[in-house]
């Protein structure tokens, strides 16, 4: 028995009509179930203050729950290889920032991800101001003085930092390089020792959170001498750029999410566009300037320049610096 053609084919247009018609609805639906955002750091830093404010938007203009997923340990590499591992289907993404994005590819001899194959660059939500604070037994008061100071005492001074590779040792050892210096790493186990042992007089410098130093600036028991933004920061205008002294200079940390590689372009493109709309709310930068911190702008091809830049910059101070993390 002959089967007819014509039903045949009219079956099988019938059946790609209908594919078509699949694709686009399960894009459109998304999200239909909890989406979440690792962060590759413990609860209350600001990878994951920032993460929590922009999860708290998007379950709102979603309706489905977008919960924030702490990964932490290994300078951020835990969290970053979960995320890397994580299946495409735009239901998880990464809160990003210098240390696991921009650094550990040069401090780290192996690393389990490859930024660039791994990820996909979605939106940067803040640059992360830092400042150079000093004791108030340390007889400079500007960046000048400063530096004048250092020139006097090669190899003497000393600088302490959250630790060994961290945004705040590499933005001093850019310091120490633009200014051609000598001053002295000191490292701590996180920003919190390192600012106690400062207040105490023990160290008299260091490069420091804008954020985590503020309130000790404020009450007069550290003395700024310079915040690492081209420009003046919104939370504290009286601080003056690093820049005004030392042309050129720049050390930025900054936070942002980024996609996982393979997830499809519409749900990378849904991503962007709601998040990038969550920073530019009046409400949203006001809670990131509270934070010391400036609200960015940058998504997708801008974002991925950005970051590129960025790995420039720190892997020549990593080189400099010499320092190596196994």
Request: net charge positive; charged share 15%; glycine share 8%.
């Given at each position: 028995m002959m089967i007819p053609i014509i039903p045949v084919v009219a079956a099988a247009a019938c059946a790609c009509a209908l594919a078509g018609l699949v694709a686009p609805?399960?894009?459109?639906?998304?999200?239909?179930?909890?989406?979440?955002?690792?962060?590759?750091?413990?609860?209350?830093?600001?990878?994951?203050?920032?993460?929590?404010?922009?999860?708290?938007?998007?379950t709102v203009a979603w309706g489905q729950p977008v919960v924030v997923e702490n990964r932490a340990g290994g300078a951020g590499v835990i969290g970053a290889e979960a995320a890397a591992r994580a299946r495409p289907d735009g239901y998880t993404v990464l809160m990003g920032s210098a240390g696991p994005i921009s650094i550990n590819p040069h401090v780290f001899a192996r690393l389990p991800y490859d930024v660039a194959r791994d990820f996909v660059p979605l939106v940067q939500v803040v640059d992360l101001p830092l400042v150079i604070v000093a004791h108030?037994?340390?007889?400079?008061?500007t960046v000048g003085e400063l530096i004048a100071l250092a020139r006097k005492r090669p190899g003497e001074m000393q600088f302490a930092s959250a630790g060994l590779a961290t945004s705040q040792h590499l933005a001093a050892e850019l310091f120490n390089a633009t200014a051609r210096l000598?001053?002295?790493?000191?490292?701590y186990k996180g920003s919190g020792p390192a600012l106690q042992d400062l207040l105490g007089g023990h160290v008299t410098l260091m490069f420091d959170s804008l954020t985590s130093a503020l309130p000790s600036i404020q009450n007069g028991k550290l003395r700024a001498l310079g915040v690492t933004t081209r420009e003046r920061v919104a939370a504290a205008p009286d601080i003056p750029p690093v820049a005004?002294?030392?042309?050129?200079?720049?050390?930025?940390?900054?936070?942002?999410?980024?996609?996982?590689?393979?997830?499809?372009?519409?749900?990378?493109?849904?991503w962007?566009?709601?998040?990038?709309?969550?920073?530019?709310?009046?409400?949203?930068?006001?809670?990131?300037i509270a934070q010391a911190s400036v609200p960015a702008s940058r998504s997708g091809a801008e974002f991925g320049a950005f970051l590129r830049a960025q790995g420039e910059l720190w892997g020549k101070v990593v080189k400099l610096s010499g320092t190596r993390l196994d």
């Amino acid at each position: 028995m002959m089967i007819p053609i014509i039903p045949v084919v009219a079956a099988a247009a019938c059946a790609c009509a209908l594919a078509g018609l699949v694709a686009p609805a399960s894009a459109q639906s998304f999200p239909s179930r909890p989406a979440r955002i690792i962060v590759p750091f413990p609860p209350g830093q600001a990878a994951d203050i920032f993460a929590r404010l922009v999860a708290d938007r998007l379950t709102v203009a979603w309706g489905q729950p977008v919960v924030v997923e702490n990964r932490a340990g290994g300078a951020g590499v835990i969290g970053a290889e979960a995320a890397a591992r994580a299946r495409p289907d735009g239901y998880t993404v990464l809160m990003g920032s210098a240390g696991p994005i921009s650094i550990n590819p040069h401090v780290f001899a192996r690393l389990p991800y490859d930024v660039a194959r791994d990820f996909v660059p979605l939106v940067q939500v803040v640059d992360l101001p830092l400042v150079i604070v000093a004791h108030p037994s340390l007889p400079v008061r500007t960046v000048g003085e400063l530096i004048a100071l250092a020139r006097k005492r090669p190899g003497e001074m000393q600088f302490a930092s959250a630790g060994l590779a961290t945004s705040q040792h590499l933005a001093a050892e850019l310091f120490n390089a633009t200014a051609r210096l000598d001053m002295v790493h000191v490292a701590y186990k996180g920003s919190g020792p390192a600012l106690q042992d400062l207040l105490g007089g023990h160290v008299t410098l260091m490069f420091d959170s804008l954020t985590s130093a503020l309130p000790s600036i404020q009450n007069g028991k550290l003395r700024a001498l310079g915040v690492t933004t081209r420009e003046r920061v919104a939370a504290a205008p009286d601080i003056p750029p690093v820049a005004e002294r030392l042309p050129g200079y720049e050390a930025v940390g900054w936070i942002g999410v980024l996609g996982v590689s393979g997830t499809p372009q519409e749900l990378i493109a849904r991503w962007t566009q709601d998040v990038a709309a969550i920073v530019r709310e009046p409400a949203t930068r006001e809670r990131i300037i509270a934070q010391a911190s400036v609200p960015a702008s940058r998504s997708g091809a801008e974002f991925g320049a950005f970051l590129r830049a960025q790995g420039e910059l720190w892997g020549k101070v990593v080189k400099l610096s010499g320092t190596r993390l196994d």
